[in-house]
C-alpha cells in the first residue's frame, strides 16, 4: 500500500528541491534544458512525481561524476553517446587534474 502512495505522491517545486537538495532554480534550468519535464497543474505550477524524482537523481550521479550538464543533457536525450567512452574521458581528466594538483602541493611542501 506504501508503495501506491508513492505513485501517487506529487511535490511542489519548493518541495521537490528540499528533498533531492537542489534549489527550484536548478529545477527550471534541468527543465529549460529538456532533462525534466514535470506535470503542470492549472495554474501552471510544477508538480513533480515518481519519475521525475528518478530522473533528478540520475542527473545529480551524472554530475557526482564531473559531467557537464551540457554532456548530461546528450547523454540523457537517447542520442548514440557512449557511456563507457564519456566515463573514460572524464576519469582521464580527473587523472589529470589530481596530478596537476599532487604536483602543485608537492611544491608548496617543498
Known amino acids: 500500500m506504501n508503495e501506491r502512495m508513492n505513485e ?8 521537490c528541491a528540499e528533498r533531492i537538495g537542489l534549489t527550484v532554480k536548478a ?3 534541468y527543465e529549460k534544458r529538456g ?3 514535470p506535470r503542470r497543474t492549472g ?3 510544477r508538480l513533480y512525481g515518481v519519475e521525475d524524482i528518478a530522473r533528478l537523481n ?6 557526482r561524476l564531473g559531467l557537464s550538464l551540457a554532456r548530461i543533457t546528450e547523454l540523457l536525450a537517447g542520442q548514440a553517446t557512449d557511456l563507457d567512452r564519456t566515463l573514460a574521458m ?6 589529470s587534474l589530481r596530478s596537476r594538483v ?3 602541493l608537492s611544491r608548496i611542501n617543498a
Request: proline share 0%; charged share 20%; glycine share 0%.
Open 90 to 95: 572524464q576519469q582521464t581528466q580527473l587523472l
Open 43 to 45: 495554474k501552471n505550477w
Open 35 to 37: 532533462l525534466i519535464n
Open 8 to 15: 501517487n505522491l506529487w511535490l511542489t517545486a519548493a518541495e
Open 58 to 63: 540520475e542527473i545529480l550521479a551524472l554530475k
Open 27 to 29: 529545477l527550471r534550468l
Open 102 to 104: 599532487e604536483d602543485s
